[in-house]
């Protein structure tokens, strides 16, 4: 039997459609019925190609118990992030307060008012590991409600308070002279955090972070310290020769779980991509090394090959998991290969792609290469191009084997602004790379975006999905599209996407922007009245809307001589400075605004 999300549009709610668990969509029918009963409400947040999003559910949500247990004393709702980040945003920034720390699944008891008063992520069930296990989460929450409902409304309350005072910006009149010390800062933040040996910055686990990189290369052409260029190459090498690279279809997977880059966690995401295509593209002019021109080439052709919808736009995610078990998709045996291959060449690629008989991930092997091309051919007494060429023959038969077995599920939805990243991305790699085929895939979704993802009035949606758009966009869709077609026309020449980008940019003034305080709110002023507008200035794995916005702001003050884009930019700017002051790493895009804005003075 079908609860209540048998209707929605997004992957994910479906894939809880036939939980036991009584589960509400986020909207007015699950408040009430939250005010009416007395009921605190218990709200779920995760995405559809989320690992431990898949194992909550399969040990509580299709639990009876634990259905039972929600149904006695909660009012269940279930969220999308990815459909929903305004949401997800707010109660992730509350949990992280309460906790310290956030992911997913996010896991948050509210009022009836929405106001969250407990919350964390991912709990077990049974108990085990040291963690309560989620059923006596759920009886002391309940039972803390029963007996200090007025203390825990009153905490609730306060945090929500706390909340909105942190997004708060300076007032108008709080003044400050815009200079570089955050980029002299962040720079020196990167340099510290930058590991030597394996590339990347900090510990186990490690994120590609490409807006650090991408900043790093724009602070080495302003001051040709070419140590900030190898901190980039060094990353973008060992990220490209570790498990955390399909070695065999392109495309990074999101995050590597050791220092080394080795072992990922097997989900691929769009914005990941887009973003890293991006990069690499970026490191060739740099560099001239072709290699980075071939994994830019690579994990664009993996987008267009594997996640892209048949009228252009872009789907948003892979799973982890296949078959019930994360990486089975990508793991190979020296018997699988031999098979495929042949004994002679089988042990050259498993020599090269370290698969060996006890392997490196539960009894099979991640690919991945601990040697460079040259230092392999020359271990093998061979010339370099021979052995590239046998590999990329084996690379291309062991793929054809590959895709027999059975693919990890994917999130079909259409995000803007993820789906705007790829845009600029193919623009950016079509006009650096001379492929023409690149632009043309970025014309063809920019064509399908802007046909299929707006509203009666005009106005940009936030998703799409089985010919149904829905959900206004958000702060940075609408920016993040906006910097993409001003790409798009600049790789292109059309005068129609700059046209289209200004329009945008006046729909940021008018809708999102706070002319008292400077920069610009996630939501437009006529969405739906939540616990708090928020602004968000810290990059999360995409780039922060303020950022974004700020960017192409003043990307189009330029080209259109519209002084009052370049003043928006930089009230923005303003708006951002405590953020500098906090983390400015953590602002990666505004960095790159405030970057251009002083390059431009």
């Known amino acids: 039997m079908s609860n209540r999300l048998g209707t929605a549009l997004s992957p994910y709610l479906l894939q809880h459609a036939e939980n036991p668990v009584d589960w509400y969509p986020w909207g007015e029918d699950a408040q009430r019925k939250a005010r009416e009963e007395g009921k605190p409400i218990f709200l779920s947040i995760g995405y559809a190609s989320c690992h431990w999003c898949h194992v909550m559910a399969h040990e509580s949500f299709d639990n009876p118990r634990i259905a039972t247990l929600l149904a006695e004393h909660f009012v269940s709702i279930k969220v999308d992030r990815e459909e929903r980040p305004d949401l997800d945003q707010i109660y992730m920034d509350a949990v992280q307060a309460m906790t310290g720390q956030g992911g997913w699944p996010l896991s948050v008891f509210l009022t009836p008012e929405g106001h969250p008063f407990f919350g964390g992520t991912y709990w077990p069930y049974p108990t085990r590991g040291g963690m309560p296990g989620f059923d006596r989460v759920v009886l002391a929450i309940a039972e803390a409600w029963q007996d200090r409902r007025e203390d825990l409304t009153e905490q609730a309350e306060r945090l929500a308070q706390l909340l909105r005072d942190d997004t708060q910006t300076p007032a108008a009149g709080e003044w400050v002279e815009l200079g570089e010390h955050p980029l002299i800062t962040a720079e ?35 001051t040709d310290d070419d140590h900030l260029l190898d901190m980039v190459v060094g990353t973008l090498d060992r990220m490209a020769a570790g498990g955390i690279y399909d070695q065999l279809g392109g495309g990074f997977h999101r995050y590597s779980v050791d220092r080394q880059w080795l072992v990922p966690h097997f989900e691929k995401m769009l914005y990941d991509n887009a973003q890293l295509a991006a990069c690499y593209t970026e490191a060739w002019q740099a560099t001239g090394r072709e290699e980075f021109a071939r994994f830019a080439r690579e994990t664009l052709e993996y987008i267009l090959r594997d996640m892209t919808h048949p009228e252009g736009g872009f789907f948003s995610s892979e ?65 370099a191009e021979s052995l590239l060429a046998e590999l990329a023959e084996s690379r291309s038969a062991l793929m054809a084997v590959r895709e027999k077995r059975v693919r990890p599920g994917r999130d079909d939805k259409v995000l803007l602004g993820w789906n705007a990243m790829t845009i600029g991305s193919l623009a950016q790699a ?15 979704a920019a064509e399908f975006i802007l046909a299929q993802l707006r509203d009666e009035q005009g106005r940009l949606l936030h998703y799409w999905r089985a010919g149904q758009a829905r959900q206004s966009a958000f702060l940075d869709d609408v920016a993040l599209l906006a910097d993409a077609l001003t790409t798009l026309h600049e790789a292109t020449g059309d005068v129609r996407w700059l046209d289209e980008a200004v329009q945008m940019a006046d729909d940021l003034l008018a809708r999102f922007a706070d002319p008292a305080a400077g920069g610009f709110f996630y939501t437009p002023a006529d969405h739906e009245p939540l616990i708090m507008r ?11 809307g303020n950022g974004a916005a ?52």
């Open 550 to 601: 700020a960017t192409v702001l003043l990307r189009l003050a330029r080209s259109c001589e519209r002084p009052e884009y370049r003043a928006a930019a930089e009230a923005t700017l303003q708006a951002a400075w405590r953020t500098f002051d906090r983390s400015a790493t953590a602002a990666g895009q505004l960095l790159l605004a405030l970057e251009a804005y002083l390059a431009t003075e």
């Open 534 to 544: 928020k602004k968000d200035f810290f990059d999360s794995s995409t780039p922060s």
């Open 430 to 444: 079509g006009a650096a790379l001379h492929a023409a085929e690149y632009l043309d895939a970025a014309v063809r």
């Open 319 to 383: 799973d982890a998991d296949s078959e019930g078990r994360e990486g089975t998709f990508y793991l190979w045996t020296p018997e699988e290969v031999r098979e495929a291959l042949g004994p002679e060449r089988a042990e050259v690629f498993c020599r090269v792609y370290d698969v060996t008989p006890a392997g490196n991930f539960e009894g099979r092997s991640i690919l991945n290469r601990a040697r460079s091309l040259p230092e392999d051919a020359q271990a093998m007494g061979r010339p």
């Open 188 to 222: 020196a933040t990167l340099r510290r955090a930058y590991d030597h040996q394996w590339g990347g910055f900090g510990q186990a686990p490690k994120f590609p972070q490409p807006g650090s990189l991408r900043f790093l290369l724009r602070r080495w052409r302003a």
